[in-house]
């Protein structure tokens, strides 16, 4: 690979994770504008004013670049600038020759019916906060860990409810169903320590 493949390529991975990062922050912004304590169209008021502020604030973006189309060069350069240091700092997925073993897999399980404990599942936003509490998958989303879970066989649902909020998660009844074996890429090793 030449040197501006190599370039392109850096460019590319970072702009990939930045707007992942970003759409998954606005989402949970969005989300939090929900009221647990009210009941149908009213709860969702606060995502819609979330929402409402979001086009606002499109819209004057674009009626400002519109109004000066240099400012389009500089958003362009600090979007490239960190689009380069973010495809810098993104860990290689490139897969392991023999890929993730048994007891990945299983320490996997372990962590996940861990983190559970009683309950009948766990969101992916709690066990991507322990993970990164023990110093692993630093600078990654939810996104990326749902990715990382089906790929290693894990079944991950969009609406696992852990205290009456549905998202994304893992339940405790696939976990105790045989495992599909994974056929490559490395694991996530995550830690096992409470």
């Not at 322990?130 to 110093?135: M, R, Y």
Request: hydrophobic share 40%; charged share 25%.
């Amino acid at each position: 690979m030449t040197r501006l493949h190599t370039a392109a390529d850096r460019l590319a991975t970072g702009s990939t994770t930045l707007t992942r990062r970003l759409a998954t922050r606005t989402a949970a912004w969005v989300r939090r504008g929900r009221r647990d304590d009210l009941t149908g169209m009213k709860a969702a008021l606060g995502c819609w004013a979330r929402l409402a502020l979001l086009a606002l604030g499109g819209y004057l973006l674009w009626r400002l670049i519109r109004a000066f189309p240099n400012l389009l060069w500089l958003l362009t350069g600090t979007w490239i600038i960190a689009a380069w240091r973010t495809g810098k700092q993104a860990p290689a997925d490139t897969p392991d020759e023999e890929g993730p073993t048994g007891a990945d897999v299983d320490a996997l399980r372990t962590l996940l019916l861990d983190l559970m404990g009683t309950g009948s599942g766990v969101h992916l936003r709690t066990v991507l906060a322990h993970l990164q509490e023990h110093g692993q998958w630093e600078g990654r989303t939810v996104t990326d860990l749902r990715l990382r879970l089906e790929h290693l066989g894990v079944a991950v649902h969009r609406g696992v409810k852990v205290g009456r909020v549905p998202t994304w998660g893992v339940r405790r009844r696939d976990l105790d169903a045989p495992s599909q074996a994974p056929t490559e890429e490395a694991s996530t090793a995550p830690s096992t320590a409470a």
